[in-house]
């Protein structure tokens, strides 16, 4: 990712600021602390990935404003990409994503600023963890991977490796790996209960034959009476069927004496229609002249209608043309307005002009007033072009001596900031001595409770495998006391069989057996008791020592943590033996720098300089004041030559003027002329005196056409009337046919109920011949009845044993499918088993990091070669020799991650290396690491990004650093650096230097 302009709006310290990187390759951020440095790098984290440092988003957001803005171009992976964000204060965010085109940006935006975040993300091949430990050092990083010890520098390079997903899935394979245990367990338990169920399957199915064939005879018995049963019910049927029939006919009677009475009613009702009709044909003759009246006036009102649309028309029209000629004449009226107005302005500025020109005179005593402080002012420059040259020097000077009291103010600052901190670490050694102890008899409590936690642990496992031996025991109990209780009711039955051997039982061998079922029952009771007090008991022991393990697992948390301290307190402990060596040293150093302060005695060659150059400045006796008063003399005459311009132009607008008053005045005499052609002659004024004769000719009368509507509407009855005239004469033939056969038909329903009489009477001397053989018929049902029960009760019986069969054959399948089931999970439990494995520290973890060093080494290397001229190598060794507890056992390799460091005299251990030489082999690590994580990203290492505390660098670790960056720079296209230090922002050609004003930071390249 290589930056290439951003631009900022109301973010932290900022309210409008721009910065283009184009041309910068090495650049140094610099500025005073608080300025607003560090907030271009939350700017481009924030924009790119949506986090900062603020604790909330709004936080962000500079102090007073709503909104906040950052508009980010950059180049990744040969592509030029934009990124803006924007965020309201209290709202959500605004993500927008864009390509460079040769037509300009493209919008890449997805719906949704997750779904952008994410393409974002994709392009770039960049996370925000892989950025920040990449192409940003921070300071304070540069060594820490050198000062951890073996063991836990691999736990860094894992934690940067992002390999901590890993201890995930080991976690989550142990979780499977477990439950499919913990199935495997649950689906024997199951598999053995299927097995005891089992064996009752071959005396259920001798029992369903016997019962199958008791069945048939039964079922033979009922399909005989069943026979005799149906023709008893013919017979019934028959006798039935002839009642039916009977009520039928009778009913068929009474509807068609009814029908014969409606049809009777029905031609009555005809009969008055017919009176009613004959009624208005009567009036025939009447009804026919008011219906010509009728038309008569309707004719008339038709015609006035015409004319009265035709005078509309006209009407409508005459007034449209009104509009359209005074439309007309305004139009001409505006345009005369206009005119008159030209020529009023035209007036008012040649009074102007006229005024202007009268101060002629004025001007030329001031042109003549500017040509002498012009000469004076050219005097002056040139004595100024003899004074510059010295003031620059003399500012350099003093820049220069100031540069050396703010390093050695800053070098003394630095030493009070380090004897204080050496002060307080030489006061806490016996406070961190006590603190070691205290932590190591803590630890060694916990460890104790860990083992006693252990063998809780241990004892609840053992108490529920107890459980579970007697959950199945009860089971077996209950399932044998049902068996019993079977056998006991069987034996309740008086012809009662022998259970085991189905042999008819004697009184005293029916006793026997009765007594030992019940012996049987009771012992099996009594163990059953005891089996529930023992689940009981094991019931509360499992809660005690869950509650007891709650317990102690509080107790020992913080078992990791006290471990962690341990670890930090001999740290700092180790820390401390060489504070009072360095404290003497930094104490002489500290007073030598205050009597130089003091005294002055610094860069004497420079102070003699400044004072030769003062001596030179005032011999030329030059002025400043004297020089702006002198400007100021020309700023003051220069309107004479600006009115000088005025009076030219004046002289030319006036002849302008003077020739355009003569074409505005012929302009306003012509547009009155056209007004009154255009009232009199135009075309729209002709059509208006022609539609006036029109409507004259027309001579349409509305008091005459309202009479005509009133007596039409008063003779709209007679067109009621002759449409009633007309349908009684279509009418009154179709009435006259309906009373005709409705005759008929009275006369036929009348013949059809003789027929019905004659039918009855047979129907009903047949049913007096034929007796009803109801008793024989219940008497037959009824052992039908009982017998049906018999067959029923059996078949519930087989269907009993038929559901016991076939659930005991699901069962068997189960069992089969359960016995592979069983297996499966065996196998998934060994999978995840050796998964877990593979997931841990040991297995993937290791073999990455295995992988992962060689490159790393390499890419070390490669820097530091060029970092130290080819005089400094380093290696990576991950397995060493452990001590082995005897001498014939065979040596034992333990995993560590050291170090190696050579040079021209060989190798040596890291802390024996000078100053110069530990900063080139920390910055070439710091920087592998970094090229190795964003290679691992799928992203190219362009941006370098260092802030390594140069605050705590003497000149010679700042030159070192210096040197490390320039020999780096051929690697990177762009590289910052930040620093609040003069002396080292000095050492840069490009600068983006950072001001904080009232108005927000500022921002300005200087080079």
Known sequence: MIPVQLTLKNFLSYRDATLDFSGLHIACICGSNGAGKSSLLEAMTWVIWGQSRAASEDDIIHTGAQEVQVDFIFISNQHQYRVIRTRHRGQSSSLEFQIATPNGFRALTE?????????????????????????????????????????????????????????????????????????????ERTLEGMQSSLQHKEAIAQE?????????????KQAFDTIQLQSLQVIQHQRQTWEQQLVFLQQQYQNLTQDSDRLAEERRAINEQLSAIEETLSHTDEIHAGYAKY????????????????????????????????QQINEIRSSLQHAEGQLAALQQQEQEIQQTLQKSSEVEAGLAQLAAARHRLAQLDQLQLQVTPLLQYRTSLQTQLERVQARMQARLEELQASQNQLTHQQQRQPQLQQAVMDVAVQLEQLEKKRVYLERVREKGQERRHFMERLQAHQRDYEKQMGELEQKLQMLQNPDATCPLCDRPLTEHHWQRVVEKTQTEQQEIQQQFWVIREQMAVSEREIQVLRQEYREISQQIAGYDALREQRGQLAAQLAATDDVQRHLQQI???????????????????????????????????????????????????????IRQGQLKDAQKRLSQILQRQPQIEAQIAELNQKIVEQQTHSECAQQIAVLDAKIKTINYAPEQHNALRIALRKAQTWQIRYQQLKNAQEQYPQFQARSQDL?????????????????????????????????????????????????????????????????????????????????????????????????????????????????????????????????????????????SGTRKKAT????????????????????????????????????ALAKLLAQRAGA??????????????????????????NAIAGDFACILTVTHMPYFKEAFQARIEVAKTQNGSRLSLAS
């Open 587 to 641: 104490i002489a150093e500290k007073q030598q720098l205050e009597r130089s302060l003091a005294e002055g005695d610094y860069a004497r060659d420079k102070q003699e300089e400044l004072r030769q150059i003062e001596q030179q400045l005032q011999q030329l006796n030059y002025n400043e004041q004297e020089h702006a008063l002198a400007r100021s003399e020309i700023e003051r005459w220069r309107w004479a030559e």
């Open 111 to 187: 719906r949704g600023v997750r779904a952008t975040q994410q393409l974002i993300l994709e392009h770039i091949k960049l996370d925000y963890d892989t950025f920040i430990n990449s192409a940003y050092l921070r300071q304070g990083r540069a060594d820490e991977f050198m000062l951890k010890r073996p063991t836990e520098r691999k736990e860094i390079l894992a934690e940067l490796l992002k390999l901590n997903q890993y201890d995930d899935l080991e976690e989550r394979a142990k979780d499977l790996s477990r439950s499919f245990k913990a199935q495997a367990e649950q689906l």
């Open 892 to 927: 034992k390799m333990i995993d560590t991650l050291d170090i190696l460091i050579a040079d021209a005299r060989g190798t040596r251990p890291y802390e024996t290396y000078s100053g110069g030489e530990a900063f080139r082999i920390n910055f070439a690590i710091r920087l």
């Open 743 to 883: 005759k008929e038909a009275i006369q036929a329903r009348s013949a059809e109920r003789q027929v019905l009489v004659a039918q009855i009477e047979s129907l009903t001397q047949q049913l007096e011949q034929t007796p009803l053989p109801t008793a024989e018929i219940q008497t037959l049902e009824q052992q039908l009845a009982f017998r049906r029960r018999q067959l029923d009760e059996q078949l519930s019986h087989l269907g009993q044993l038929q559901q016991q069969f076939n659930h005991l054959e699901a069962l068997q399948a189960q069992y089969e499918q359960g016995q592979q089931q069983l297996q499966a999970i065996k196998q998934r439990h060994r999978v995840y088993q050796e998964l877990a494995q593979a997931f841990g520290k040991n297995g993937i973890q290791a073999l990455m990091i295995e992988n992962v060093l060689p490159q790393l080494e390499a890419e070390t290397n490669q820097l530091l070669a060029r970092l130290s001229a080819n005089q400094l190598h380093v290696q990576f060794v991950t397995q060493k020799a452990g001590r």
């Open 940 to 965: 190219a290492l362009q941006l370098l990004i260092i802030d390594e505390g140069f605050g705590t660098q003497d000149q010679e670790g700042c030159d070192r650093l210096i040197a490390a960056i």
């Open 295 to 326: 038309e008569s006036l309707q004719t008339e009102e038709e015609t006035l209608s015409a004319k009265f649309q035709e005078h509309s028309r006209a009407t409508v029209q005459l007034q449209h043309l009104q509009q359209q000629l005074a």
């Open 208 to 220: 369903r034959a016997e019962l199958e064939a008791q069945h048939n005879q039964l079922q033979q």
